[in-house]
């Protein structure tokens, strides 16, 4: 599929955006929940290359931290920030494609932001992103030896 075709899909999730109901589809394909250290990013789908602010930071924990909600298959769907606090609030939400393909929406920070991965051939080929204040955006992935 082409970029532009994600970046319309991208744009038409975000106009139709209900965080609430989007929380909801998403902790439904979570089986699994584990916690991860605050402000981690090694769980996050996305190649450091393809992520606004680059990190592979954090690790699991069994202390407080964050919580991060995982699929049947171990892909996270959920990440949480003070998860069972009256506070608690939704960070990424995840659901993905039978081909490794997903759709990521982030909600805090200068978001909401929904980005659209897609996987071709076994890897990571672009991602469109639509943001709010109508702010579009492409990263074509290119890889070489393997990366």
């Known amino acids: 599929m082409a970029w532009q075709e994600d970046l319309d899909e991208a744009r038409a999730r975000l106009a139709g955006l209900d965080p609430d109901r989007a929380l909801a589809s998403a902790r439904a394909a979570a089986v699994t929940w584990?916690?991860?250290e605050s402000f981690s990013a090694f769980f996050l789908p996305l190649?450091?290359?393809a992520q606004d602010v680059p990190s592979?930071?954090?690790?699991?924990?069994?202390?407080d931290g964050d919580g991060v909600g995982l699929d049947a298959a171990g892909?996270?769907?959920?990440h949480l920030l003070d998860p069972g606090e009256r506070w608690e609030r939704a960070k990424h939400l995840w659901w993905w494609d039978d081909d490794g393909s997903f759709v990521e929406l982030e909600?805090?920070?200068s978001g909401p932001h929904v980005r659209r991965a897609r996987v071709v051939d076994g890897r990571l080929a672009h991602v469109a992103t639509a943001s709010s204040h109508d702010r579009l955006?492409?990263?074509l992935v290119t890889?070489?030896?393997g990366r």
């Open 56 to 63: 592979v930071g954090g690790a699991w924990t069994e202390d």
């Open 47 to 49: 190649p450091p290359v």
């Open 75 to 78: 892909r996270p769907v959920v």
């Open 137 to 139: 955006g492409v990263r």
């Open 143 to 145: 890889w070489r030896d």
């Open 107 to 109: 909600l805090m920070g």
């Open 34 to 36: 584990r916690r991860v």
